[in-house]
């Protein structure tokens, strides 16, 4: 080696290092005198041969009796289910070949025995979830045939109205509706600061709504389903405002503001907290113009103050089975209903919400009946 200027060292001097994951030690060449293609192709083909070898590396016996059990209860119970594409895990039963050149690893210790019906995460496995399929088989049964209404049209749009004398549904109607008229005519109207003239046939001619709604959740996210149950010619009658979609939400809003125009007595359980404030951001949010009542008869208040200690809770359907001395048969339970709604927009099923219509046309009832008992045995 010249050191006159013709030839001059390499500087720095190559090092050496070794890695334990990589196998034997490398030269790491100079930072200002990179390698050529060739070191380069070598060492991603040492590393696709290492990656190779992992993957085909066969299960211990323990694990793959505990896969192959797992593959027979999933294709039993798929057979049971009726469904033909049963899922086949890749690999699992078939005999691992190593490659060429390469040592199948040592036996890695025995992993704990796992419980029947556990299921085996494997990475060479699709990760994709299978669709899930409707209960019935995939069955869509319209709205239409399952809740009697109509379509009707409202702001910049439509809606789905459905509207029935309470009669037709409850045998003691005639007699709630009575009970309730002479309730309300000497007790709520007087509590809420209403003119005293003519105060039952002002409830009778539709003074008086019970309000409840159903939304797709608790924060400002849209409201589907608004109940009001009013009189009508001497009898109770459950209209309720249903948007088949998203976009109907505004229609559903606009004709109850309508009818809260009609009725300026608002009767509710925590509608001072939840169902009145929600329908007030949710008219701002959609550009309906809103309409507050003139009195607010909340129930739940009226509960606590009077059963406080004396039942488990005060929910609607506890003071419903405790006070009303009524209970439901098929219900929704109320953290399920968001849920069914986005499944009806996206299948078009109505099954659930039929249950749905149900469900909150019972709190009305509940509702009204409440008011006669707490009038009656609290007057």
Same mark, same amino acid.
């Given at each position: 080696?010249?050191i006159?200027?013709?030839?001059?060292?390499?500087w720095?001097p190559? !090092?050496l290092?070794?890695?334990q994951?990589l196998?034997?030690?490398?030269?790491?060449?100079?930072?200002t005198?990179?390698?050529?293609?060739?070191?380069?192709?070598?060492?991603?083909r @040492?590393?696709?041969?290492?990656?190779?070898k992992l993957?085909?590396?066969?299960?211990?016996?323990?694990?793959?009796?505990?896969v192959?059990?797992?593959?027979s209860e999933?294709?039993?119970?798929?057979?049971?289910? =009726?469904?033909?594409?049963a899922?086949?895990?890749s690999r699992?039963n078939?005999?691992?070949?190593?490659?060429?050149?390469?040592?199948?690893?040592?036996?890695?210790? @025995?992993p704990?025995?796992l419980?029947?019906?556990?299921i085996?995460?494997?990475?060479?496995?699709?990760?994709?979830a299978?669709?899930?399929?409707p209960e =019935?088989?995939?069955?869509?049964?319209?709205?239409?045939?399952l809740?009697?209404?109509?379509?009707?049209? =409202?702001r910049?749009?439509?809606?789905?109205?459905?509207?029935?004398?309470?009669?037709?549904?409850?045998?003691?109607?005639?007699?709630?509706?009575?009970?309730?008229?002479?309730?309300?005519?000497?007790?709520?109207?007087?509590?809420?600061?209403?003119?005293?003239? @003519?105060?039952?046939?002002?409830?009778?001619?539709?003074?008086?709504c019970?309000?409840d709604?159903?939304?797709?959740?608790?924060?400002?996210?849209?409201?589907?389903?608004?109940g009001?149950?009013?009189?009508?010619?001497?009898?109770?009658?459950?209209?309720q405002?249903?948007?088949?979609?998203?976009?109907?939400?505004?229609?559903i809003?606009?004709?109850?503001?309508?009818?809260?125009?009609?009725?300026?007595?608002?009767? @509710?359980?925590n509608? /001072?907290?939840?169902?009145l404030p929600?329908?007030?951001v949710?008219a701002?949010?959609?550009?309906?113009?809103?309409?507050?009542?003139s009195?607010?008869?909340?129930?739940?208040?009226?509960s606590?103050?009077?059963?406080?200690?004396?039942?488990?809770?005060? /929910?609607?359907?506890?003071?419903?089975?405790y006070?009303?001395?009524?209970?439901?048969g098929?219900?929704?339970?109320?953290?399920? !209903?968001?849920?069914?709604?986005?499944?009806?927009?996206?299948?078009?099923d109505a099954?659930?919400?039929a249950?749905?219509?149900?469900?909150?046309?019972?709190?009305? !009832?509940?509702m009204?009946?409440?008011?006669?008992?707490i009038v009656?045995?609290?007057?």
């Open positions: 080696m010249k006159d200027g013709s030839e001059r060292p390499h720095p190559p !090092i290092a070794t890695t994951c196998g034997p030690p490398t030269v790491i060449p100079d930072p005198n990179p390698p050529g293609p060739l070191a380069s192709d070598d060492r991603i @040492s590393l696709r041969r290492k990656l190779l993957n085909r590396a066969p299960l211990p016996e323990e694990r793959r009796e505990s192959r059990e797992c593959e999933s294709a039993r119970s798929q057979e049971a289910a =009726g469904t033909s594409d899922v086949t895990l699992s078939a005999p691992t070949v190593p490659p060429s050149g390469l040592a199948p690893p040592a036996s890695s210790p @025995s704990p025995e419980p029947p019906g556990s085996i995460y494997r990475r060479d496995l699709p990760r994709v299978r669709p899930r399929v =019935g088989g995939g069955i869509c049964i319209p709205l239409e045939d809740v009697a209404g109509s379509e009707v049209r =409202g910049d749009g439509s809606l789905y109205l459905i509207e029935r004398p309470l009669a037709e549904t409850e045998p003691e109607a005639a007699d709630m509706a009575a009970d309730l008229a002479r309730a309300c005519g000497e007790t709520l109207l007087a509590d809420l600061g209403l003119p005293v003239g @003519s105060r039952e046939s002002k409830i009778e001619n539709g003074q008086v019970f309000l709604i159903e939304t797709t959740g608790l924060g400002s996210t849209p409201v589907f389903l608004i009001t149950l009013v009189w009508r010619n001497g009898e109770l009658v459950c209209r405002f249903l948007a088949r979609t998203y976009a109907e939400e505004a229609s809003l606009d004709h109850y503001v309508a009818q809260a125009r009609r009725s300026p007595v608002l009767v @509710s359980f509608g /001072k907290t939840f169902d929600y329908l007030r949710r701002a949010a959609t550009g309906v113009p809103f309409h507050e009542p009195g607010h008869l909340d129930l739940l208040q009226v606590r103050r009077l059963f406080r200690g004396k039942f488990p809770d005060c /929910k609607l359907q506890t003071l419903e089975r006070v009303c001395r009524r209970s439901r098929e219900d929704i339970p109320g953290h399920d !209903i968001p849920r069914a709604y986005h499944d009806f927009v996206r299948t078009g099954r659930e919400i249950i749905i219509v149900r469900h909150n046309q019972l709190d009305l !009832i509940t009204a009946h409440l008011v006669t008992r009656q045995e609290h007057s």
